[in-house]
Every structure is written in structure tokens, then in C-alpha cells.
């Protein structure tokens, strides 16, 4: 049998890991900026083909939105950038089920949605590497 003092201090633990964790990361980006250290993990796409994948430039574009620089944010990852809100509303869905205890599980997508998603990915991604683009 579990003590009652130590399922509190777990309960406590897991209420308060994930927000530590995002105030962590947001002090690394504001303090430790991508386009002034080198420590930030680099595409391995990029990297071997010089072609941006959907993901390149998500660090930079987070660190942009936490400055405030909305449109360098865009410029950087525009995709990232304008799904970022869904993210944020499916972390907040994903903490509360959390905090009641409930079984954490991946969203049932249907068929279509991953389609649509995968499409718009790829689409993000040739338009991105098209000659003469920027973002």
C-alpha cells in the first residue's frame, strides 16, 4: 500500500512537471537565441541535400514568436508558425486530462485528416524549395 503523502507529492509532481518544462524551454530560447548558438540540434535533410523539410526553421520561429516577431516568425517556418495555435489547444486538452488522471492517448484522426495533413506538408515543402522562395 502507498502512503497517502506519497501519492500527493506524485499528484503535485505531474501537475507541475509539464509547465516547468515549457517555462525551461522558453528561458533556453530566450536566453540561448538559434541564430547566435550552435547547440541547436540541425536537419539532417537539410544538412545532406540542402532542402528544407516541413521542420526546418521551428526553433528560430518559436524563438521569433517569443520576442514578438510575428511576421519573422513567418518568414522562418510558416507552417509551424500558423499551427501553432492548434498545438497549443491540444496541449492544454492533453494537461487538463492529466490533472483529472485520465488516460493520455493520440487523437483518433480519420483517413481524410492524415491525408489532408501529410498533403499540406508536402505541399509546404516543395513550395518552400522552390527557386527564388524565402520562407
Same mark, same amino acid.
Given at each position: 500500500?502507498?502512503?497517502?503523502?506519497?501519492?500527493?507529492?506524485?499528484?503535485?509532481?505531474?501537475?507541475?512537471?509539464?509547465?516547468?518544462?515549457?517555462?525551461?524551454?522558453?528561458?533556453?530560447?530566450? %536566453?540561448?537565441?538559434?541564430?547566435?548558438?550552435?547547440?541547436?540540434?540541425? &536537419?539532417?535533410?537539410?544538412?545532406?541535400?540542402?532542402?528544407? &523539410?516541413?521542420? &526546418?526553421?521551428?526553433?528560430?520561429?518559436?524563438?521569433?514568436?517569443? %520576442?514578438?516577431?510575428?511576421?519573422?516568425?513567418?518568414?522562418?517556418?510558416?507552417?509551424?508558425?500558423?499551427?501553432?495555435?492548434?498545438?497549443?489547444?491540444?496541449?492544454?486538452? &492533453?494537461?487538463?486530462?492529466?490533472?483529472?488522471?485520465?488516460?493520455?492517448?493520440?487523437?483518433?484522426?480519420?483517413?481524410?485528416?492524415?491525408?489532408?495533413? @501529410?498533403?499540406?506538408?508536402?505541399?509546404?515543402?516543395?513550395? %518552400?524549395? @522552390?527557386?527564388?522562395?524565402?520562407?
Amino acid at each position: 500500500m502507498i502512503p497517502a503523502g506519497r501519492n500527493r507529492i506524485a499528484t503535485l509532481a505531474r501537475a507541475v512537471a509539464p509547465p516547468a518544462l515549457l517555462a525551461l524551454t522558453v528561458g533556453l530560447l530566450r %536566453r540561448f537565441p538559434p541564430e547566435q548558438y550552435s547547440f541547436y540540434p540541425r &536537419c539532417p535533410l537539410y544538412l545532406s541535400l540542402h532542402l528544407q &523539410c516541413p521542420g &526546418c526553421g521551428t526553433t528560430r520561429a518559436f524563438a521569433a514568436l517569443l %520576442r514578438g516577431h510575428f511576421t519573422e516568425a513567418l518568414h522562418l517556418n510558416a507552417l509551424t508558425t500558423l499551427l501553432l495555435p492548434l498545438g497549443v489547444i491540444y496541449a492544454a486538452l &492533453c494537461y487538463r486530462r492529466l490533472l483529472r488522471s485520465e488516460d493520455l492517448r493520440w487523437p483518433q484522426l480519420p483517413s481524410a485528416g492524415i491525408y489532408a495533413t @501529410l498533403a499540406v506538408a508536402a505541399i509546404f515543402t516543395v513550395a %518552400r524549395n @522552390l527557386p527564388g522562395q524565402s520562407w
